[in-house]
């Protein structure tokens, strides 16, 4: 079954610094996308970054970018030069191609950067 | 208005209150979301509307009833709720191509509901 693992419910981060979040997944599906999304205080979830499965390459966003070890199963998001305004929930989530609408996300972590 | 609204952002009911929930996307998609969050849980999927037909009904109790009228419209109508079901309901939509296809969804602000 389809499951996403973030571990960390809690990051500090200095500003200006990178910061790693983590997420796993788990899939019985060769194909399969993997998505980021950012939760400020507000509400409202917004797109970060996007992998395909198959994508040979790590995708990158501007100060995103995302870790994909597909071996490992892992899809860790990297923030780069991280501003005040990077302080929110981050949530990691997936989609198989197995012809289902579900996108699986999972816990979440919360992000505070330090100024 | 652009990209997905939703009304009312907050919204404090009895448990013997009927109201609903609004969601318009105006991004041209053909798939819609209605999804719950609540504390310390990951986001639950409770329907999925394609091309306005329902696709997903994720074991949500009948006290929620969804409404997709077009392609751009989606109701979440709540009748007899418990407090429980208190909660931010988040409406998204995509657009979905079929088998293979990642399209991100874009999300609504949420409406905070309140069951007392």
């Known amino acids: 079954a389809q499951k996403i693992t973030q571990t960390q419910p809690g990051m500090f981060v200095q500003e200006k610094e990178a910061v790693t979040l983590d997420c796993t997944y788990d899939?019985?599906?060769?194909?399969?996308?993997l998505f980021w999304y950012k939760q400020p205080s507000s509400g409202e979830m917004i797109f970060l970054i996007y992998?395909?499965?198959?994508?040979?390459q790590n995708a990158t966003e501007g100060r995103y970018s995302l870790n994909f070890q597909k071996a490992r199963k892992s899809a860790n998001l990297v923030i780069s030069a991280s501003q005040l305004g990077d302080s929110a929930m981050y949530f990691c989530?997936?989609?198989?191609?197995?012809?289902?609408?579900?996108?699986?996300f999972g816990t979440g972590t919360r992000l505070k950067v330090l100024a | 208005e652009t990209g997905v609204t939703q009304t009312p952002r907050h919204l404090v009911m009895g448990m013997t209150n009927k109201k609903s929930l609004k969601c318009e996307q105006h991004?041209?998609?053909?798939?819609m979301y209605w999804y719950k969050q609540s504390a310390k849980k990951p986001l639950e999927l409770m329907f999925v509307?394609?091309?306005?037909?329902?696709?997903e009904n994720n074991s949500v109790p009948s006290r929620f009833s969804p409404e997709c009228p077009n392609s751009s419209h989606l109701f979440l109508h709540l009748h007899t709720l418990q407090p429980e079901d208190s909660a931010l309901y988040l409406c998204?939509?995509?657009?979905?191509?079929?088998?293979?296809?990642?399209?991100?969804?874009?999300f609504g602000p949420g409406t905070r509901l309140t069951v007392l």
């Open positions: 998204a939509s995509s657009q979905d191509q079929g088998l293979g296809s990642y399209n991100e969804q874009f």
């Open positions: 899939t019985s599906d060769p194909s399969y996308g």
């Open positions: 992998q395909g499965s198959y994508d040979q």
């Open positions: 989530a997936m989609r198989e191609a197995s012809g289902t609408y579900k996108y699986i």
């Open positions: 991004l041209g998609h053909n798939a």
């Open positions: 509307y394609s091309l306005e037909e329902r696709v």
